[in-house]
């Protein structure tokens, strides 16, 4: 009798149904290593794909300039003026750097890479900058607490006084 309770246990919707949860969970334990290298690999090409091919071409172009104009170690606080103050105006870019499709996007992306390539200090632990929402997010922030640029500090980084 007890087997037959047994195997009725095996038969009912909820036994299926616990036994799927149970699958389910073996199922994601394996495949979330594989995927999660698997976004970490693609996720340059993920995010230039999100922008048109202007806004491509722009952000290598910007990115070259800025690359080569900026030191290898950078303040954080140096690194962000300059990025904000590139959101609010262009005017501390040389004539053929103004001319770009600088968007918002464009520039989080250009200031992705180069926090990844450069020696960023004096940078505090939760910031998260290698992340392109990240620099959206501060530029929001900055612009609901009304801080402003420090434009001159922005033009002598990048060598354009």
């Known amino acids: 009798m007890a087997n037959n309770k047994k195997g009725l246990l095996t038969q009912t919707k909820s036994w299926d149904k616990h036994l799927r949860k149970i699958g389910k969970r073996i199922f994601w334990k394996t495949e979330r290593p594989a995927e999660r290298k698997m976004i970490e690999q693609n996720l340059a090409e993920f995010e230039t794909q999100t922008l048109s091919e202007d806004e491509t071409e722009s952000a290598k172009q910007l990115y070259d300039y800025l ?95």
């Open 67 to 161: 690359n080569i104009q900026l030191p290898n170690s950078l303040n954080y606080a140096e690194l962000y003026n300059l990025y904000y103050s590139l959101f609010c105006t262009l005017d501390i870019l040389p004539e053929n750097i103004k001319s770009l499709k600088l968007t918002k996007e464009v520039l989080s992306l250009t200031f992705v890479k180069l926090s990844s390539k450069k020696n960023i200090t004096k940078l505090v632990s939760n910031n998260n900058i290698t992340d392109k929402n990240y620099w959206i997010e501060q530029t929001a922030i900055s612009m609901r607490t009304d801080k402003v640029p420090n434009h001159e500090n922005a033009r002598i980084l990048i060598g354009n006084k």
